[in-house]
Antibody
Framework: QLQLQESGPGLVKPSETLSLTCTVSGGSISSGTYYWGWIRQPPGKGLEWIGSIYYSGSTYYNPYLRSRVTISLDTSKNQFSLKLSSVTAADTAIYYCATFVWGSLDAFDIWGQGTMVTVSS | DIQMTQSPSTLSASVGDRVTITCRAS??????LAWYQQKPGNAPKLLIY???SLESGVPSRFSGSGSGTEFTLTISSLQPDDFATYYCQQYNSYSLTFGGGTKVEIK
């Protein structure tokens, strides 16, 4: 059974870069079955897709965040990562990693538990 | 980019009620629509994919319909475990957007 676990600092200063990692267990990140994605949710608000990456390294980003986002893979550690630069208080949110099944589902079927990131000095 | 508008934003209902939530896309997305349920403190859970396909393990009281720009999620008989927030999500040309959510509350 595939499982995802987010990790990273819970507090980031304004203007700095937010860095999170999603560790995949129970399956290989190099499998072509999934796109690996990041979604966030500000406190009390809705869901926002940040971006996704395929095992080939192809990336797809939310156009509103594209200039600040980088998603990458580390196949040796079976992890994928999110970097969001120049953060402000508006980036305070729960950040989820999830698997997106393109073609058969066109949906996120497996989610991590989420990690809260607060942007504050 | 494609905008997704959910209605209502809040819905008050009783156990046993039939509940319908609507999601409208700003342009046609065929049947590339999914529905999720989220309870406080938990990650979203996939309920419906491809507009009308029930995810494995999801009770049959949940159903989805629609194509193009208008979609509905129906709960045929609301159960205590169904009080939660529901989100739609579209996929089109490697871009994704979620609806704003519908909170289903106890009447």
């Amino acid at each position: 059974q595939l499982q995802l676990q987010e990790s990273g600092p819970g507090l980031v200063k304004p203007s700095e870069t937010l860095s999170l990692t999603c560790t995949v267990s129970g399956g290989s990140i190099s499998s072509g079955t999934y796109y690996w994605g990041w979604i966030r949710q500000p406190p009390g608000k809705g869901l926002e897709w940040i971006g996704s990456i395929y095992y080939s390294g192809s990336t797809y980003y939310n156009p509103y965040l594209r200039s600040r986002v980088t998603i990458s893979l580390d196949t040796s550690k079976n992890q994928f990562s999110l970097k969001l630069s120049s953060v402000t208080a508006a980036d305070t949110a729960i950040y989820y990693c999830a698997t997106f099944v393109w073609g058969s589902l066109d949906a996120f079927d497996i989610w991590g538990q989420g990690t809260m990131v607060t942007v504050s000095s | 980019d494609i905008q997704m508008t959910q209605s209502p934003s809040t819905l008050s209902a009783s156990v046993g009620d039939r509940v319908t939530i609507t999601c409208r896309a700003s342009q046609s997305i065929s049947t590339c629509l999914a529905w999720y349920q989220q309870k406080p403190g938990n990650a979203p859970k996939l309920l419906i994919y491809k507009a009308s396909s029930l995810e494995s393990g999801v009770p049959s009281r949940f159903s989805g319909s629609g194509s193009g720009t208008e979609f509905t999620l129906t709960i045929s008989s609301l159960q205590p475990d169904d009080f939660a927030t529901y989100y739609c999500q579209q996929y089109n040309s490697y871009s994704l957007t979620f609806g704003g959510g519908t909170k289903v509350e106890i009447k």
